[in-house]
């Protein structure tokens, strides 16, 4: 798109306070879209005007990283649960009842 487009003082107001409210509202961008009748790939544009390349940039790699961590975490959730059901004891009453008869049979 060209540059001039974002230049226009009349649209820069207009998304601004798309913008604003979009932030004060603590909505997904996707749900504040759908809300207001907008499309999320121009909302994007100029998120992306607005907050200069590099600051949307950095905000995707952080958004990336905590992707990352939260799965990592639930990695090793899941790991030490197999590990606790694998080496659980046995509160089978059975058992118990099966290893205390032969315990008797051994000491008679």
Do not use: I
Not at 45 to 55: E, Q, V
Not at 62 to 69: C, F, I, P, S, V
Request: proline letters at 0%.
């Amino acid at each position: 798109m060209n540059l001039r487009h974002f230049e226009n003082e009349a649209r820069q107001s207009w998304w601004v306070v798309h913008v604003v409210a979009w932030q004060r509202s603590g909505l997904m961008r996707t749900a504040y879209c759908r809300q207001h009748r907008l499309t999320k790939d121009t909302l994007d544009r100029w998120l992306k005007y607005f907050a200069g390349k590099d600051a949307a940039r950095k905000l995707a790699e952080y958004r990336a990283e905590l992707r990352r961590q939260k799965r990592l975490e639930a990695q090793a959730k899941r790991r030490k649960k197999r590990a606790r059901l694998r080496f659980a004891v046995s509160t089978d009453v059975r058992n118990r009842a099966v290893q205390a008869f032969w315990a008797s049979m051994s000491r008679r």
